[in-house]
């Protein structure tokens, strides 16, 4: 009788871990899809933005070229003077990189370990 009873809790506890183990499966299954899935529809959003900005930066930074040309009456140095103005950009990017980079990973990092 004990030894039905033993078997009996033997075969009640198998199926309640196949049960757990299945269970955690679908779980973590379920967490990277979630992952996996904000993954792409961020980077979707950031590829549309940056088309969208680059687009926009484009025909804003030929209209200031333009512009210039027209007030100095010479393209050339419109041109020149918008360029100049995206060296400097770059410049004062490149010396501050570090106190831009503090920011950005902090936001990733709340972003990643987010939880569910």
Do not use: C, H, N
């Amino acid at each position: 009788m004990a030894f039905e009873e033993l078997k009996e809790s033997i075969s009640e506890a198998e199926a309640s871990a196949k049960s757990y183990l299945d269970s955690s499966r679908e779980f973590y299954k379920l967490k990277a899809f979630k992952l996996l899935m904000k993954g792409i529809t961020g980077f979707a959003q950031a590829a549309f933005l940056s088309v969208a900005l680059i687009l926009a930066l484009l025909f804003l930074s030929l209209g200031a070229a333009f512009w210039l040309g027209g007030q100095l009456e010479d393209t050339a140095l419109g041109f020149l003077i918008v360029g100049g103005f995206y060296i400097l950009l770059g410049i004062l990017v490149f010396v501050f990189r570090r106190t831009l980079v503090k920011p950005l990973m902090a936001r990733f990092s709340e972003l990643y370990f987010e939880e569910i």
